[in-house]
């Protein structure tokens, strides 16, 4: 009888864990972009459980949205950071720069787009440029002009749209351990840092800028 009152306790115990592991699992994701300070905040949750905030931030209007990438294609799962300047600007076409595309890229339009440049010299190594037209050496001309943005390895993508900006930024990958012994992909335990994100609205102020500065 004892042996199986102690298995009996291990298994309720066992229960107990998982439960509370998955209330605070949702709590971490619902809450990851709980210390980044918007104005005029909107917040809403993703089908993956995983946050997603508007609002203003430095006199930008910004979508912020975190995307979890678990396709097996890639050495580890990772969390995806979409910041968005959902803003019409005077741009003629879609262009797409992508630091070392898979093809497996859920969070991206980038393989569906129908031109693929050949880039000059001064483009990071390993980046992909795609875009619905062929470009023009004014559009050339201005992406060269921002490609400090990539001295960042966390960079993944830059989207230039009529609709708007994008910056995907890498935020975390699963522990590499973990994964390999355990295929436990657990991400967003700990809350954006605010700081991570300064330099990517900065870099989306100056391009919008710089946009509007060509076309006036």
Excluded at 93 to 104: H, V, Y
Excluded at 151 to 168: A, H, M, N
Aim: proline share 6%.
């Amino acid at each position: 009888m004892l042996p199986v009152l102690v298995l009996g306790v291990l298994l309720a115990w066992l229960s107990l864990r998982l439960v509370a592991d998955a209330r605070q699992r949702r709590a971490a994701r619902a809450g990851w972009l709980d210390r980044v300070t918007l104005q005029d905040r909107r917040s809403a949750l993703a089908a993956t459980g995983f946050a997603r905030a508007s609002g203003r931030r430095a006199g930008l209007a910004l979508d912020l949205q975190a995307v979890p990438d678990t396709l097996t294609i890639r050495k580890l799962p990772t969390l995806w950071l979409l910041v968005t300047l959902p803003e019409p600007l005077p741009l003629r076409q879609r262009i797409n720069l992508m630091m070392r595309p898979t093809g497996g890229e859920s969070f991206s339009t980038f393989a569906g787009l129908p031109h693929q440049t050949i880039l000059a010299m001064g483009f990071p190594e390993g980046a992909v440029l795609r875009s619905e037209q062929p470009l023009t050496e004014a559009e050339a001309t201005l992406l060269a002009r921002h490609l400090a943005l990539f001295d960042d390895p966390r960079v993944k993508e830059l989207v230039l749209s009529p609709q708007g900006l994008r910056i995907t930024w890498l935020a975390e990958e699963a522990d590499r351990g973990r994964y390999l012994l355990f295929r436990e992909a657990e991400m967003g335990r700990k809350a954006l840092d605010p700081s991570a994100l300064d330099p990517l609205v900065a870099a989306l102020a100056a391009l919008r800028q710089d946009i509007m500065k060509v076309a006036a």
